[in-house]
């Protein structure tokens, strides 16, 4: 399967900023996605990245608070724009590789909004 | 959308017996069912997964089945030891998009 650096694996932001999350794969992807998971929660699905083309967004996401960008089939990143302490989550990339098997998770980006 | 549940949300067992995990779906299109272990403070695991084509699947301690008429599928885990402690996720995927159940904190007791 597929070997995910994501990062930061943390952070500490002040409200009102944004943070951008970086998802490097070391091979060539067909599906990236971008989840969200609060504390003691389930991994709830943010957007799938989209090479090329404009990120397609779950019901109650939208671009503006969660831009996307996904350059090549190797890379993508995600933005928690203006951010607020109800953005305090964990946020984690996933990866697939069009065979419907391993898929997998990147470490994830623990972020804390003070 | 696909709605997945979940049950239970928490499972205490003693060492050596069963664990059953259930979950249900609502999309008659999901056809790829998978089952993720998360650790405490680590990412979620595949250990199992599948397909719609397929009724059960084994892997040694670990087992699932899916009645898909029912719309449901089980996770089932024997012989259960300490280091199965941890949350499980089932999912439900259509055109490779998961949507996960509410977890399941398992602990087994030694």
């Known amino acids: 399967s597929a070997v995910i650096s994501q990062k930061p694996s943390r952070d500490i932001c002040q409200r009102g900023t944004s943070l951008t999350i970086q998802c490097q794969v070391d091979s060539q992807v067909t599906m990236m996605f971008w989840y969200r998971q609060q504390p003691g929660q389930s991994l709830t699905l943010i957007a799938t990245?989209?090479?090329?083309?404009?990120?397609?967004?779950e019901s109650g996401f939208v671009i503006d608070k969660f831009p996307i960008s996904r350059p090549n089939l190797t890379f993508s990143t995600l933005t928690v724009s203006n951010m607020s302490p109800e953005d305090s989550s964990i946020y984690l990339c996933?990866?697939?590789?069009?065979?419907?098997?391993?898929?997998?998770f990147g470490s994830g980006t623990r972020l804390t909004v003070v | 959308g696909e709605n997945v549940e979940q049950h239970p949300s928490t499972l205490s067992v003693q060492e050596g017996d069963s664990a059953v995990i259930k979950c249900t779906y609502s999309d008659s299109a999901s056809n790829y069912f998978p089952w993720y272990k998360q650790e405490l403070g680590k990412r979620p695991q595949l250990i199992i997964d599948i397909r719609s084509n397929v009724g059960e699947k084994k892997d040694q301690r670990i087992a699932v089945t899916l009645n898909k008429t029912a719309k449901h599928f089980s996770l089932h885990i024997t012989e259960t030891q300490p280091e199965d402690s941890a949350v499980y996720f089932c999912a439900a995927s259509r055109f490779d998009q998961f949507y996960f159940g509410t977890g399941t904190s398992l602990t087994v007791i030694p």
């Open positions: 990245a989209n090479q090329g083309s404009e990120a397609t967004y």
């Open positions: 996933s990866v697939g590789t069009g065979d419907r098997y391993g898929y997998t």
